[in-house]
C-alpha cells in the first residue's frame, strides 16, 4: 500500500536540502515507517553535503532549534521520532534559529 505524506521546510531550513524547496509531496519509501526512518531517509537523500546534514540532523533526531510539526501538533506530542507515519501527514520543519 502506497503512503504519501507533505513535508514543508521553513525559515531556512528549506536552504539545507537540494534542491532547495518549501515544499515537497514524497511516497514513502519501504522502510521509511516512523518520524526517526524519515529524518534519516530526507538527510541521507536530499542533504549530500555532511556539514549542512549536520546542520539539520543529531543522532537520530534532528538538531536542537528545528521545531518538527506533525499535521500541525508539536512531534514531542504526537510521540517523538517513534511517531508512525500515515498516508497524508503533513510534516513541517522549522528553523527557531536565526542570525541577527
Not at 17 to 36: A, H, I, M, N, Y
Not at 50 to 78: M, S
Amino acid at each position: 500500500m502506497s503512503r504519501s505524506i507533505t513535508l514543508e521546510f521553513s525559515s531556512g531550513t528549506e536552504l539545507l536540502f537540494e534542491p532547495s524547496t518549501t515544499k515537497r509531496q514524497l511516497s514513502l519509501p519501504d522502510g521509511v515507517d516512523t518520524l526517526k526512518d524519515l529524518i534519516q531517509f530526507i538527510s541521507q537523500e536530499w542533504i549530500p553535503d555532511e556539514k549542512r546534514r549536520a546542520l539539520f540532523k543529531q543522532g537520530d533526531e534532528v538538531r536542537p532549534g528545528i521545531l518538527v510539526l506533525i499535521n500541525d501538533t508539536d512531534y514531542e506530542l504526537e510521540g517523538g521520532i517513534s511517531y508512525q507515519l500515515k498516508d497524508g501527514d503533513v510534516i513541517v520543519f522549522i528553523s527557531t534559529l536565526h542570525g541577527g
